[in-house]
């Protein structure tokens, strides 16, 4: 398999240590984001106070040698975008934004909109997190609840993040706007996963689909005389 299932997840974020780690894995995995997109997120970049939270997509974070640029565009033309958030993801943010402020007013600083939601540390909050540092630490801590070395330790969320939202029903070109491609048919053909039960539960609702259609005629295989 390439994605995480969502038990795996929620056993990775009950497994991290520090309310950062948790919600990026949960955010990660429930957003599609791909990880130089969620770690150049700045607060600013994100409208928790509207009616509906939109999150804009607008810069990506590189390793250059020793230091993490942020690039002020995507990944490819169609990386740039806004969408909503669910309101399981505004909470997420929003307890880690309360958790922000009330981290920086302990250490004597200023928590700014242009602070990083997911910085280096806590007292380098305007520095973003090094992107190899992280897959590093997400890496362990696949391994350390059992997780198969085959998942990518940060893809494999991006994986569960669009394998969760096709299997749920939301269309593919909803789906291909919310993680940025530009081809619908990449996110069907490429981060679409059938499992044994979700094949079984494809068969019970066929049977549901044409059972009774075909048991409301009489003898509809019946062969002509």
């Known amino acids: 398999p390439k994605a995480y299932t969502p038990a795996q997840v929620r056993a990775m974020v009950k497994a991290a240590k520090g ?15 791909r990880r130089a997109e969620a ?11 509207s009616d509906v939270a939109m999150l804009h997509v607008v810069q990506t ?26 309101d399981h993801e505004r909470t997420v943010l929003m307890v880690l934004h309360d958790h922000r402020v009330t981290q920086t007013k302990r250490m004597r600083d200023r928590f ?24 590093v630490r997400i890496a362990r801590l696949r391994d350390s609840v059992g997780v198969s070395e085959s998942i990518s330790p940060i893809h494999g969320l991006r994986h569960c993040a669009i394998s969760q ?10 789906v291909a706007k919310r993680v ?24 019970a ?8 259609v075909m048991e409301n005629e009489d003898d509809p295989f019946a062969l002509a005389p």
């Open 112 to 135: 700014t909109p242009n602070s990083f939601i997911w910085p280096q540390s806590p007292h380098r909050h305007r520095e973003p997190m090094d992107p190899n540092a992280f897959s």
């Open 205 to 212: 609702r066929v049977n549901d689909l044409w059972g009774n």
């Open 165 to 174: 939202m096709i299997n749920g029903g939301i269309p593919a070109p909803v």
């Open 61 to 86: 974070v590189i390793k250059d040698g020793p230091n993490v640029v942020v690039q002020p565009f995507g990944k490819t033309k169609d990386s740039t975008r806004s969408f909503a958030l669910s």
């Open 19 to 33: 309310l950062g780690t948790k919600t990026l894995i949960q955010f990660l995995a429930s957003s599609g984001l």
């Open 180 to 203: 940025g491609h530009s081809n619908p048919q990449q996110t069907l053909n490429t981060y679409s996963h059938a499992s044994a039960s979700d094949l079984i539960a494809a068969a």
């Open 39 to 49: 770690l150049a997120l700045q607060w600013h970049h994100v409208d928790l106070g």
